[in-house]
């Protein structure tokens, strides 16, 4: 997958066709567990057939239990706003632009589900930060405003859609 401006450095995709713990091929409407594991920097999706999975790995950031598409079927995001939140709190204090991007992409998703709210914006050293805070827990978020274009914008939201197994 090509990094362009934008773009994260994330070796992730849909749910895959083998389990990652016996090789096997996973097949359509088979219960599988996705997880979501932090290997050397890089977030890496690793999916197991359900009775396969060895239960939560070390540097896991998140899982989720789903289903394997029937051919033709339309994905339904099997995410939720805990699992977004998880990668978006794991991406905490990352200085690496992309990875930057790929966290402010998930505050607005998190935003637009209304499990952050807006409060301010901030300047600090000339960058704008906005403030965040979780509707549920009341914890207090910062992040950089990166300033994304639409087109940067759409890059990072399409990677963390197939971060997510979206699309």
Same mark, same amino acid.
């Given at each position: 997958?090509?990094?362009?401006?934008?773009?994260?450095?994330? *070796?992730?995709?849909?749910?895959?066709?083998?389990?990652?713990?016996?090789?096997?091929?996973?097949?359509?409407?088979?219960?599988? @567990?996705?997880?979501?594991?932090?290997?050397?920097? =890089? /977030?890496? %999706?690793?999916?197991?057939?359900?009775?396969? !999975?060895?239960?939560?790995?070390?540097?896991?950031?998140? !899982? !989720?239990?789903?289903?394997?598409?029937?051919?033709?079927?339309? &994905? =339904?995001?099997?995410?939720?706003?805990?699992?977004?939140?998880?990668?978006?709190?794991?991406?905490?204090?990352?200085?690496?632009?992309?990875?930057?991007?790929?966290?402010?992409?998930?505050?607005?998703?998190?935003?637009? %589900?209304?499990?952050?709210?807006?409060?301010? @914006?901030?300047?600090?050293?000339? %960058?704008?930060? /906005?403030?965040?805070?979780?509707? &549920?827990?009341?914890? =207090?978020?910062? /992040?950089?405003?990166? &300033?994304?274009?639409?087109?940067?914008?759409? *890059?990072?939201?399409?990677?963390?859609?197939?971060?997510?197994? !979206?699309?």
């Amino acid at each position: 997958m090509g990094q362009g401006p934008g773009m994260t450095p994330y *070796a992730i995709q849909g749910p895959g066709r083998h389990c990652a713990a016996t090789g096997r091929e996973l097949q359509p409407g088979e219960r599988i @567990v996705s997880v979501l594991g932090d290997e050397a920097g =890089r /977030l890496v %999706r690793k999916d197991f057939a359900a009775d396969a !999975w060895p239960g939560p790995l070390a540097g896991a950031v998140a !899982w !989720w239990a789903g289903r394997v598409p029937e051919a033709g079927q339309p &994905r =339904r995001p099997p995410v939720n706003d805990e699992l977004l939140l998880d990668c978006f709190t794991h991406l905490a204090g990352a200085t690496d632009p992309r990875q930057e991007n790929f966290r402010y992409v998930l505050a607005l998703l998190l935003m637009r %589900r209304k499990r952050l709210k807006f409060e301010d @914006v901030r300047k600090d050293g000339g %960058r704008e930060l /906005l403030c965040l805070r979780d509707a &549920r827990s009341g914890a =207090r978020h910062e /992040l950089p405003d990166p &300033r994304l274009t639409d087109s940067e914008m759409a *890059a990072v939201q399409l990677e963390v859609f197939r971060v997510l197994g !979206w699309n």
